[in-house]
Nanobody
């Protein structure tokens, strides 16, 4: 069992930057693949980024490639999402997720644990 708590969301103007954090409980954080998803009003939850336990493999949605960076610090049981060059279409609730296993996954059904989400709003 792992509990995830996101933080760092807020209101930002287009072109700005935000860093989201996701703190995980439990002693086996390093064995989980971690992912970030987002859900805008009226839309389905969509994949943003994922990182394997070692950080050796990373995947991004095409819509955020070159702008967002996912990273993790296993000593701190924390995964991060650095978001640069924010656009109004990045506005959504951002969720952190943990997957039991060592492979990347870009579908929400591949993840076993979810945080409560943090709101990111980007104004034009």
């Amino acid at each position: 069992q792992v509990q995830l708590v996101e933080s760092g969301g807020g209101l930002m103007r287009a072109g700005g930057s935000l860093t989201l954090s996701c703190a995980a409980s439990g002693r086996t954080f390093s064995s989980y693949t971690m992912g970030w998803f987002r859900q805008a009003p009226g839309k389905a939850r969509e994949f943003v980024a994922a990182i394997t336990w070692s950080g050796g493999s990373i995947d991004y949605a095409d819509s955020v490639k070159g702008r967002f960076t996912i990273s993790r610090d296993n000593a701190k049981n924390t995964v991060y999402l650095q978001m640069n060059s924010l656009k109004p279409e990045d506005t959504a609730v951002y969720y952190c997720a943990a997957r039991v296993g060592y492979e990347l996954a870009s579908v929400s059904t591949g993840y076993n644990y979810w945080g409560q989400g943090t709101q990111v709003t980007v104004s034009s």
